[in-house]
C-alpha cells in the first residue's frame, strides 16, 4: 500500500487505458523548510560532538525560535561498509554513538533529524575520495530497506543525492525511495538532489535541487563553480512548479562563510533576500557556533523570513529588469491580494536608484511601504517609489493597497469597541484599542477612500496627526483578525 501517495486526477490514455501518474502529497513542509546542513562549512569533517555543538547552538543562537528546525547530516557520516545485515551503519569512530542516539539528541532539542543519502552504488564524497572500496553506501536496489533504517533511528528528512547512478533510471530511482519513504512508517521530507530540475520532479520529491552546487563566491568565474547570482537566475525561471509542499531548491545558503574572501554583506544579505522572494528553502551552510553579528541580523530578520514562509507559498519571480537594475515581487497571501514583498536588486558596482511603479505589482491607489531590512515604515505613496540601492544589495519592502472596507455614507457612529479621542491641542487624535488582540494595524481613510496613516504591529494606545475640520474612517485589524472601525470628525 502506498499510503502517502495520491493519484493525480488527470491521467494519460495509452490503448484504452488511463495510466495515472502518482504524485507525492505527504502533507510536509507546506511552507519551505527552514534548517541547517553540515556541507557547506565543514564538507566531510563532521562529527557526533560537533553536530550536537550544532543542535545547542541551533536553540541558544534563536535559530530554532525563528524557524529553523532540520539538523541536516550532509554526506560522509557513514561507515565505509555496511553492519553484518547490510544495513546502512554511521562511521565508528566519528559518531560513536550512533545515528539514533544522534537523532534522539537532536529531537531533545526540539529540533528535526536530517540525513543524507545517494541514488548510486556510492556517495559523492566516496565515490571521489575511496575509489578502491566498495562501501555500498548508495541505496541503489535496497531503497526499502534503507528508508525503515532511516525511520528507525528518527529522521526527519531525507537529502537524496545523483551520484555513481544510471542516468537512464534516475526518475524511476527517485521515485522509488519515494516509495519507499512513503511506506516507512515515518514522516520524512524527501529532497531531491540531481542538481538540474526535471519536469517528474514537483510530483515526485518534497524540494529538488535546480543547479548543480552553490559555491561560496558571488560569481562564476568558470563552467563548473556556480555563484550565488548564476543560481539566482538559474531558478528563477522554475517559479511556476513552486507551490506549498514542492519547492524549487536553488541550494543550501552560504551566509556568513566569509572565508576565501567570499562575498561581502550586501551580497550575503541579497543571498538571503532573493531567496526569500523565491520561497527557496532556507537551509543554512554556516558554523552557526560562531556567527558574526551581521551575520545573525541577515538569518534572524523576523519580517524577512515571514517573506519566504508566507503561506500562499508563491515563488516570486524579476518582473523587471534594465540596466542591471532588477525588480523582483513576490504576492504574499494570494496572487491577486493587496501585499507584495518587493526586492529592489542592484546587479551593478555603482550605487543606483530604482523606482517600482505600483502598476506593475498589480496594485492601483495609494499604498503604504514598509522596508524590511531598515524595519521600518516609509510612509504613504500613490504611483511609484524611489531608492537608492547600494551595489550588489537588494531592499526588500513590503508594498501594501488596504480597499477601503464599510461604507463611509454611514452616519457617525461606533461599530465596536475602541475609543477614539480627538486631542485638539496636539492635533491628533488618540486611538485606545479595545484590546481585543494584543497588536493591531491601523489606517486611516478619507470620506472619498484615500488611505492617508497606516501602520503595523502597533500595541496599546497610539496618537496619529491629522487634518483640522476632517472626518476619518479609522479602522482596525487585530493579530487574531477581529476587525473594528468607525468613522470619526476632527472640528
Ligand atoms: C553533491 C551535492 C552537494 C553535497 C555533496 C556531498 O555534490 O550536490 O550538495 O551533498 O554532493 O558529497
Given at each position: 500500500m502506498l499510503n502517502k501517495i495520491i493519484r493525480l486526477t488527470a491521467g494519460i490514455a495509452i490503448a484504452g487505458v488511463i495510466i495515472n501518474a502518482v504524485a507525492l502529497d505527504n502533507g510536509l513542509v507546506k511552507t519551505p523548510p527552514m534548517g541547517w546542513n553540515s556541507w557547506n562549512c565543514f564538507g566531510a569533517n563532521i562529527n557526533e560532538k560537533q553536530i550536537k555543538e550544532v543542535a545547542d547552538a541551533m536553540v541558544s543562537s534563536g535559530l530554532k525560535d525563528a524557524g529553523y528546525v532540520y539538523l541536516n547530516l550532509d554526506d560522509n557520516w557513514m561507515a565505509k561498509s555496511r553492519d553484518a545485515n547490510d544495513n546502512l551503519r554511521a562511521?565508528?569512530?566519528?559518531?560513536?554513538?550512533?545515528?539514533?542516539?544522534?537523532?534522539?539528541?537532536?529531537?531533545?532539542?526540539?529540533?528535526?533529524f536530517g540525513i543524507y543519502g545517494d541514488?548510486?552504488?556510492?556517495?559523492?564524497?566516496?565515490?571521489?575520495?575511496?575509489?578502491?572500496l566498495d562501501t555500498k553506501s548508495g541505496s541503489v536496489g535496497r531503497e526499502i530497506k534503507d528508508a525503515k533504517t532511516?525511520?528507525?533511528?528518527?529522521?526527519?528528512?531525507?537529502?537524496?543525492?545523483?551520484?555513481?547512478?544510471?542516468?537512464?533510471?534516475?526518475?524511476k530511482d527517485y521515485e522509488k525511495m519515494r516509495d519507499a519513504l512513503a511506506n516507512c512508517g515515518r514522516d520524512i521530507v524527501y529532497s531531491i538532489c540531481a542538481w538540474e530540475f526535471q519536469p517528474w520532479m514537483p510530483k515526485t520529491g518534497n524540494l529538488w535541487r535546480t543547479t548543480t552546487d552553490i559555491?561560496?563566491?558571488?560569481?562564476?568565474?568558470?563552467?563548473?563553480?556556480?555563484?550565488?547570482?548564476?543560481?539566482?537566475?538559474?531558478?528563477?525561471p522554475r517559479a511556476p512548479y513552486a507551490k506549498p509542499g514542492a519547492w524549487n531548491d536553488p541550494d543550501m545558503l552560504q551566509i556568513g562563510n566569509y572565508r576565501n574572501g567570499g562575498p561581502n554583506d550586501n551580497e550575503y544579505r541579497s543571498h538571503m533576500s532573493l531567496w526569500c522572494i523565491m520561497a527557496a528553502p532556507l537551509?543554512?551552510?554556516?558554523?552557526?557556533?560562531?556567527?558574526?553579528?551581521?551575520?545573525?541580523?541577515?538569518?534572524?530578520?523576523?519580517?524577512?523570513?515571514?517573506?519566504?514562509?508566507?503561506?500562499a507559498g508563491i515563488q516570486g519571480t524579476r518582473?523587471?529588469?534594465s540596466n542591471g537594475l532588477d525588480i523582483w515581487c513576490k504576492p504574499l497571501g494570494s496572487k491577486d491580494g493587496t501585499t507584495k514583498a518587493v526586492g529592489l536588486f542592484n546587479r551593478n558596482s555603482n550605487t543606483a536608484n530604482i523606482t517600482v511603479n505600483f502598476s506593475d505589482i498589480g496594485l492601483s491607489g495609494t499604498v503604504t511601504i514598509r522596508d524590511l531590512w531598515e524595519k521600518k515604515e516609509l510612509g504613504v505613496f500613490t504611483g511609484s517609489y524611489t531608492m537608492q540601492v547600494s551595489s550588489h544589495g537588494t531592499n526588500m519592502l513590503m508594498i501594501s493597497s488596504q480597499p477601503v472596507t464599510g461604507s463611509i455614507a454611514k452616519p457617525l457612529k461606533t461599530i465596536t469597541g475602541f475609543l477614539c479621542r480627538t486631542k485638539m491641542d496636539a492635533n491628533s487624535i488618540e486611538i485606545v484599542p479595545s484590546g481585543i488582540g494584543s497588536s493591531y494595524r491601523i489606517a486611516?481613510?478619507?470620506?472619498?477612500?484615500?488611505?492617508?496613516?497606516?501602520?503595523?504591529?502597533?500595541?496599546g494606545?497610539?496618537?496619529?496627526?491629522?487634518?483640522?475640520?476632517?472626518?476619518?474612517?479609522?479602522?482596525?485589524?487585530?493579530?487574531?483578525?477581529?476587525?473594528?472601525?468607525?468613522?470619526?470628525a476632527f472640528y
Open positions: 562511521d565508528p569512530d566519528r559518531f560513536p554513538g550512533g545515528m539514533k542516539a544522534l537523532g534522539d539528541y537532536i529531537h531533545s532539542k526540539g529540533l528535526k541514488r548510486g552504488t556510492e556517495t559523492c564524497y566516496f565515490r571521489d575520495n575511496f575509489k578502491e532511516f525511520a528507525s533511528w528518527g529522521v526527519d528528512y531525507l537529502k537524496y543525492d545523483n551520484c555513481l547512478a544510471n542516468g537512464a533510471t534516475m526518475q559555491l561560496n563566491i558571488w560569481k562564476k568565474t568558470n563552467e563548473w563553480s556556480w555563484g550565488i547570482l548564476d543560481i539566482i537566475d538559474l531558478n528563477e537551509i543554512l551552510g554556516n558554523d552557526i557556533r560562531n556567527m558574526k553579528q551581521i551575520t545573525r541580523e541577515i538569518l534572524l530578520n523576523k519580517e524577512v523570513i515571514a517573506i519566504n514562509q508566507d503561506s518582473i523587471k529588469s486611516l481613510f478619507t470620506p472619498d477612500g484615500r488611505l492617508i496613516y497606516c501602520k503595523n504591529k502597533v500595541a494606545n497610539l496618537q496619529v496627526k491629522v487634518e483640522t475640520r476632517s472626518v476619518y474612517l479609522v479602522s482596525i485589524l487585530y493579530e487574531n483578525g477581529v476587525a473594528e472601525k468607525k468613522m470619526v
